[in-house]
């Protein structure tokens, strides 16, 4: 079947990048536009056209909407590994689609997929590889698997690795009230819901470890990144700038999330510290 299509108007005028200043999102047939870090005026609002986790991915779908091609800074990062030539970007691409497509793989079959990815990326590429976040995301889903402590911290490493190649800047919260990652931009270069899905499992995970704290900064984190307030930091204080992702705060994110909050039997937890 086809993926739907529409043509929406006003939002038809944005420029794109493939890592914007804003985001769009579907709701049925509404269109939702948020910006995803603090614009300043005159600062030109740009949306990623295509989605995509590896460089052909995301041009192979552009090439029909811009001639020029992009020259954002992801693709320039991205550009940097033709350095290694187009064999290393097709492997990487082709080593992607194995993962997608592919039969269940073991641990070390992953582990070994992981391996195989970093070797086609050029030394001088930066932390955004989200290709690789794909396999340490299911690196991580097999060790929570194994249902033992020490494979459960494996876990929590491996998650906060792929969200880190997602583009996400994450610190250690020194208070409760603290969000573990940085609120001052939401990478738009990424499947929300994915890694909302991420840090729903970050704090499921630190609660089987009695780690409340964690926990609870995890899933306020999810709230934050899939529906919540875009906030920067400011003489210890939160201050709201503009809503990030999708809007709709509490209420639209257990809508959305409810059934994932209640696999992970957070619901409880939700209700305490949300």
């Given at each position: ?138 690196i991580a889903s097999k ?132």
């Open positions: 079947m086809d993926s739907p299509t529409g043509l929406y108007l006003l939002p038809s005028l944005f420029n794109h990048s493939c890592d914007g200043n804003a985001a769009w999102t579907c709701i049925g047939e509404v269109m939702v536009i948020r910006a995803t870090e603090h614009i300043s005026a005159g600062t030109e609002i740009t949306l990623p056209y295509a989605g995509g986790y590896s460089y052909v991915e995301r041009h192979s779908t552009l090439k029909h909407f811009m001639l020029s091609g992009c020259d954002c800074w992801l693709c320039k990062e991205c550009k940097e590994d033709l350095k290694d030539g187009k064999a290393a970007i097709q492997r990487r691409h082709e080593l992607y689609t194995k993962l997608l497509k592919g039969p269940k793989y073991s641990l070390a079959e992953l582990r070994t997929l992981e391996q195989q990815i970093a070797k086609t990326y050029s030394s001088s590429r930066g932390p955004v590889r989200p290709i690789t976040s794909k396999v340490q995301h299911a060790l929570i698997a194994l249902d033992s402590p020490s494979t459960l911290r494996e876990g929590i490493k491996e998650e906060l690795k792929a969200l880190k190649g997602f583009g996400y800047k994450l610190h250690a919260s020194s208070s409760a009230s603290d969000l573990p990652i940085a609120m001052d931009r939401l990478p738009s270069m990424t499947d929300f819901y994915m890694a909302a899905c991420i840090m729903i499992c970050l704090s499921h995970l630190f609660l089987r470890l009695d780690d409340d704290r964690n926990a609870a900064g995890w899933l306020k984190a999810a709230v934050w990144g899939e529906s919540g307030a875009f906030l920067s930091r400011s003489r210890s204080h939160y201050l709201l700038v503009t809503n990030a992702a999708i809007g709709g705060g509490k209420e639209l994110f257990m809508l959305i999330m409810g059934l994932r909050i209640e696999h992970a039997g957070l619901q409880e937890f939700a209700l305490h510290v949300l």
